[in-house]
């Protein structure tokens, strides 16, 4: 039942305003997920109330499963059900107590219980599947912990190819990489062949034994020398392990990636899409790369990480190609090469990174509508690029809808981008309606900006604040512009730039007391602009008495200041 | 034959909705008289003009439109918290599926406790079983989500039936009325 779940299920549940960021997706899926574990949890602890069986027909997938031990005498049935049950600790008792009753065990089912404690480390697994995350296997034990396997290869009468395949791959996925070439030795000593899966063991432990990149590809083209020797033919998992191998190589690893490529080619073995990632990211070969994709939609064939493949063409900035790899995604069984949810946002993040680039704004919206939020949550990165895109296409006009979607995205305590939103929208002067949406947009902003009882408050800036106000100058909301100034104080920021956009404003109102307010204003700033101001107000404005009293005071108390 | 067997076969409303707790009172009162004979069991009565009535009190208490509408209304002006085909003409299986109605619930009350803001309204659909809920906010949405998945895995290998839960989620508990 788990394989047939819909892939596409994301979190679901409406009205909950928290519902739209990427981290809090992730989290709620893993929540689903150990709920479904806890239950599995009691069903298998419990199963007598899960016993009754209303299906018809019968759905074995939704029954209990039995986990504990049923056989309990010492017999060779008992060997295998724990090793079937994978109870790593329990098959070795059970073996052990075999041989002290003298019951002879069979070659067989002793290479399936090397082959257990091989995979599992000699300890037990954890019980129920952890949910789907990108955690690392269990640490690898220490060369120690392979005793167990060790002592019964050893204790064994006699052992074919399937022992000691198990003890070195084994040896191989949990580090003794020494031990293993040694038992392989041991192997041939003993006049016997190695197969396939030893080999592709041995192959990727080869790096590790060896310093020098030139001694680890020739240890790895003895390896594959001695395999065509034996006779054995090598697989898709072979080439993957010496290509995984060449990464560890470094320079050389990349110039010999071409001729194994081909020689893949000319065996004819369904290449996959891991094999080919690492030469793209070595070698960046714009040849290869196209070859690839040219094949595949006539295969159709699974493969792995194909987001590499976009990290490749944007390098090339080439929308071609993305747009051929993105449909390649709608091919067969491909979704499933994106990986994981964070392998997924990578993919979106670079694509979008790339429309933004180089299409026009309309087809920019378009994929956002449709990218967004249903298969991809931007991080600020790509907000920022979708506001880069709306500029250089003169559509800003759309940033009050992007705001919204921004603080819909749990992005509005990005102080980068709100500023950079806010500088777009000060910039120039719009058309009245949509000066009045900048307008409301930057009073929204302001709101964020003070609000009580944020964790992390946003911090005022110079930058933030001169833009706010200039939006609101020049949209005509004179009341708000005006508080604005009183925030500077607040937030001990200067407006340098913005007096006279202030001094235009109140022309235009040809208030005098307000003109004087304002020379008064800039003087406590001590801004230097403030003689070029006092002169202008005086010179332009009807001023009372008072006022000019005022500001002739103000005069003198800014040249006795310099 | 490979026909499969499902407890919902044609996709129609028919049902009485029943209040649930009166109905639970009525089960919990039953009792063995001879363990292990055979014997009448008897529960205490609720008579038709009481059942899911909630009767006009002083005012301050604050009723939902499905509790404020009374029985009769259904098909009127309320529809139906339980959706099966079993009330059908030659469908059986009525008595089974309002057991199971029940207990889900009940297990439901317990397992979101506090946290239901209505009825559940539980749907049948060929052998799909959907479960909806109104929600409040009462705990964070990761919360949510594993309760889902436990519930939802739970009741299908009880029931040996796929399950959903759909759920919606509410601020507070929406009043019709106060009686």
Redesign the interface.
């Known amino acids: 039942?788990d394989d047939l779940r819909d892939p596409t299920e994301r979190?679901?549940?409406?009205?909950?305003s928290?519902?739209f960021c990427v981290r809090?997706q992730k989290?709620?899926?893993l929540?689903?997920?150990?709920?479904?574990t806890?239950?599995?949890y009691?069903?298998n602890t419990y199963p007598k109330?899960?016993q009754k069986?209303?299906?018809?027909?019968h759905?074995p997938c939704?029954?209990?499963e039995t986990l504990e031990l049923q056989v309990n005498e010492v017999s060779e049935a008992a060997l295998i059900e724990r090793i079937q049950l994978r109870k790593v600790k329990a098959a070795v008792d059970m073996y052990d107590q075999l041989l002290q009753a003298g019951t002879p065990v069979s070659l067989d089912l002793t290479n399936d219980l090397l082959d257990l404690i091989s995979l599992y480390g000699d300890c037990d697994p954890a019980r129920g599947d952890a949910p789907e995350q990108r955690t690392e296997e269990m640490v690898s034990l220490t060369l120690t912990s392979n005793n167990n396997a060790e002592r019964i290869f050893n204790m064994m009468p006699e052992r074919n190819r399937r022992s000691y395949g198990a003890l070195i791959r084994g040896m191989v996925k949990h580090g003794a990489y020494s031990k293993a070439f040694n038992t392989y030795t041991d192997l041939l000593n003993n006049r016997l062949t190695g197969d396939v899966h030893i080999f592709n063991a041995l192959i990727s432990a080869a790096p590790e034994v060896r310093e020098k990149y030139v001694e680890k590809w020739d240890l790895i083209v003895d390896l594959l020398k001695q395999m065509a020797e034996q006779k054995v033919k090598p697989t898709l998992l072979t080439f993957n392990a010496v290509l995984k191998a060449l990464r560890r190589c470094g320079s050389l690893g990349r110039t010999q990636a071409f001729p194994v490529i081909n020689e893949m080619k000319a065996l004819g073995i369904a290449t996959s899409a891991q094999g080919h990632t690492e030469i793209l990211q070595d070698v960046l070969s714009e040849i290869s790369g196209k070859s690839f994709t040219a094949q595949d939609p006539d295969d159709g064939i699974i493969k792995t990480q194909i987001h590499t493949f976009l990290l490749f063409t944007d390098s090339l900035c080439d929308i071609e190609q993305a747009y051929r790899v993105h449909s390649l995604l709608g091919v067969g069984e491909n979704w499933k090469l994106l990986g994981d949810s964070y392998y997924q946002s990578i993919y979106y993040g670079r694509f979008f990174n790339l429309l933004c680039m180089m299409e026009h704004i309309d087809v920019v919206l378009k994929w956002y509508k449709e990218l967004i939020p249903s298969l991809y949550y931007p991080n600020s990165q790509g907000m920022r690029d979708l506001l880069q895109a709306l500029d250089t296409d003169n559509r800003l006009d759309l940033i009050p809808q992007i705001w919204k979607d921004i603080k819909r995205m749990g992005h509005d305590n990005k102080t980068e981008l709100v500023e950079e939103m806010l500088s777009l929208m000060a910039r120039e002067n719009q058309i009245p309606e949509v000066q009045q949406s900048f307008a409301d947009c930057a009073l929204d902003v302001k709101a964020l900006y003070t609000q009580t009882d944020r964790r992390v408050p946003l911090s005022w800036s110079a930058g933030s604040l001169s833009s706010i106000t200039s939006i609101l100058l020049a949209a005509e909301r004179t009341q708000q512009a005006w508080e604005m100034l009183k925030l500077f104080k607040l937030a001990n920021r200067v407006p340098e730039s913005l007096m006279n956009q202030f001094l235009e404003s109140v022309k235009a109102s040809n208030n005098a007391q307000q003109a004087v307010e304002l020379v008064q204003i800039s003087a406590s700033f001590c801004l230097s602009i403030t003689p070029n101001l006092m002169e202008r107000v005086q010179q332009e404005f009807d001023l009372t008495e008072e006022q000019r009293n005022t500001l002739s005071d103000l005069e003198s108390s800014t040249a006795m200041s310099d | 034959h490979s026909v499969c067997y499902n407890r919902n076969s044609i996709y129609h409303f028919i049902d009485r909705a029943e209040k649930p707790h009166t109905v639970c009172r009525q089960l919990n009162s039953t009792l063995w008289l001879n363990v292990g004979g055979r014997s009448i069991h008897s529960s205490a009565v609720c008579c038709k003009n009481r059942a899911a009535r909630i009767r006009v009190g002083k005012g301050d208490r604050p009723v939902t439109y499905e509790q404020a509408l009374h029985p009769h209304q259904i098909a009127h002006r309320k529809g139906w918290l339980s959706q099966h085909t079993s009330n059908l003409q030659g469908e059986d299986g009525a008595a089974d599926r309002t057991v199971e109605d029940l207990f889900i619930r009940r297990l439901i009350y317990g397992t979101f406790h506090g946290c239901l803001a209505d009825e559940l309204v539980i749907k049948r659909r060929g052998n799909l079983l959907v479960i909806c809920a109104l929600m409040l906010q009462k705990l964070p949405p990761h919360k949510y989500y594993f309760l889902v998945g436990y519930t939802e895995e739970l009741l299908s290998h009880f029931y040996k039936c796929p399950v959903k839960m759909e759920i919606q989620m509410l601020e507070e508990k929406s009043v019709y009325k106060y009686l």
Not at chain 1, 53 to 57: E, K
């Open positions: 039942m979190a679901y549940i409406q009205n909950y928290i519902y809090p989290l709620y899926s929540a689903q997920e150990s709920g479904r806890a239950a599995k009691f069903i109330y899960f069986d209303f299906a018809n027909p759905i939704l029954m209990p």
